[in-house]
């Protein structure tokens, strides 16, 4: 009896962390977490502003969780990732946590911002909360301290999965 109940808490456990992860990756309507109820009745508009975790997508995405050691090197393809994004006309900063001396933007390759800075989750947080309004951005990351803390600030979360799919829809 006992073996069985095991059993039946691991599985349970699996499908919580499942259900939880569909949830991250965006498994809500439009590919963004479920908005509270006063949002359903009104359209939801198109991002105007994406601000995308550049190491997450590269991660998750990319490097497709394989080892990091390439990471550096291979940042360019999150950006020519995004551009069909910043074609549709978008403004679009994929954010990296860069060395001090990297710190800063660059000039946008293919219409996007590419932003090295000190913690690259607080330039996010530091970003949604200067916007006037947090609704008309979409952040990607799947790190779920940041996602907690960036609803907190009003922002539309995107799963780095679903970026991938939604930027090779074209934008």
């Known amino acids: 009896m006992r073996q069985v109940a095991e059993a ?3 599985i349970g456990a699996v499908v919580g962390f499942g259900l939880g992860w569909a949830w991250v ?4 309507a439009g590919g963004y977490p479920p908005a509270p109820m006063d949002h359903r009745l009104r359209p939801v508009a198109e991002p105007s502003e994406w601000l995308v975790d550049g190491f997450n997508v590269l991660h998750a995405v990319v490097l497709g969780g394989r080892d990091r050691r ?3 090197t291979r940042r360019d393809e999150v950006i020519a990732l995004a551009a069909p994004l ?3 006309g978008a403004r679009v900063f994929v954010v990296f946590d860069g060395p001090e001396e990297r710190c800063g933007e660059t000039e946008p390759a293919a219409g996007v911002h590419q932003v090295f800075a000190p913690s690259a989750d607080e330039w996010l947080i530091e970003r949604v909360k200067a916007s006037g309004d947090p609704s008309r951005l979409a952040v990607v990351t799947a790190d779920r301290p940041l996602v907690s803390r960036l609803e907190r600030c009003g922002a539309r979360i995107m799963g780095p999965r679903r970026f991938y799919e939604r930027c090779r829809e074209g934008g």
């Open 70 to 72: 390439e990471w550096w």
């Open 25 to 28: 990756e965006g498994a809500g």
């Open 8 to 10: 039946l808490g691991v």
């Open 86 to 88: 910043a074609a549709s």
